[in-house]
């Protein structure tokens, strides 16, 4: 029996070749899909960029591409308007600020004028600040020594004085002062009594006169707030007074004196209250 050859079979070394361009199929379709998901919509973006051309171009276009004219805006509501609301507050707080400064300036001079003849003497000053109008007045022309009754003549001055502020809405405080000397009585134990006392008789005679009272606070210091030097006697008797403070609503300016008839700066009231 004759001998059969076998033949072997030789090994195929191209069969990666198979997987490899599956792989390579796969990859393509891969970037296929990826390329249809990204790409931009031509006719959206023709509309976007039309759009933004329009806007900037003050033009717009049909939808062939062809340009057509547009006729300006007219100016919006805000434009229109004359001024912002905040704008519009702050001018009517500065008209009113001025128009109170005004007020405080001739009210300030009318004090003046009607107490020229205390002012002359040196006896009262009449003051235009930063809060409003001081009028200070020395305690000798309104109460006696140790006393916190209205001499008459003080009285009729102090009238005059109530019939310009019954005339205003300025709300007034009236504020009593002494010098340092003690005092001891039954009635006034220390100055704080008595420069309270002394307080409420001026009001009690503004109320008398026509000044509404709820515009109209009393208040004494007694020694603690001098305005001269307690250790001469020019300066205890600037220290012994009466201050009526009317006060402005908003800040007036720098204080500066009233221009009328004042005393010299720095001069002492002299008397004895």
Do not use: C
């Not at 296929?32 to 171009?57: H, I, P, Q």
Request: avoid cysteine; aromatic fraction near 6%; charged fraction near 25%.
């Amino acid at each position: 029996m004759a001998r059969r050859k076998h033949e072997e079979a030789a090994e195929n070394h191209d069969r990666w070749l198979v997987s490899y361009a599956d792989f390579i199929t796969l990859l393509f379709a891969f970037f296929v899909v990826m390329y249809a998901v990204s790409s931009v919509s031509e006719g959206k973006y023709r509309v976007l960029s039309d759009s933004l051309v329009a806007a900037f171009r003050n033009v717009t276009t049909n939808s062939r591409g062809i340009e057509m004219a547009v006729r300006p805006q007219p100016p919006a509501l805000a434009t229109m308007l004359p001024k912002p609301r905040r704008a519009a507050r702050e001018d009517k707080a500065e008209v009113q600020r001025r128009e109170v400064k005004e007020k405080m300036r001739s009210m300030a001079t009318e004090i003046a004028r009607i107490l020229q003849p205390l002012v002359k003497e040196g006896h009262v000053r009449v003051t235009e600040t930063a809060l409003g109008v001081t009028v200070e007045i020395n305690a000798s022309v309104l109460f006696a020594v140790g006393d916190a009754r209205l001499a008459p003549s003080a009285a009729n001055a102090l009238r005059s004085l109530a019939g310009v502020l019954s005339a205003t809405e300025f709300p007034v405080t009236v504020e009593g002062h002494t010098d340092d000397s003690p005092i001891s009585t039954p009635q006034f134990p220390s100055n704080w009594e008595l420069s309270v006392v002394r307080a409420s008789s001026v009001v009690r005679l503004f109320v008398e006169a026509g000044v509404p009272a709820r515009r109209l606070t009393a208040t004494g210091y007694g020694e603690q707030r001098p305005v001269g030097d307690n250790q001469t006697p020019e300066g205890r008797a600037r220290n012994r007074r009466v201050a009526i403070l009317i006060e402005a609503p908003t800040v007036t300016g720098i204080p500066s004196d009233v221009p009328l008839a004042n005393p010299v700066a720095g001069s002492p009231m002299p008397g004895r209250g």
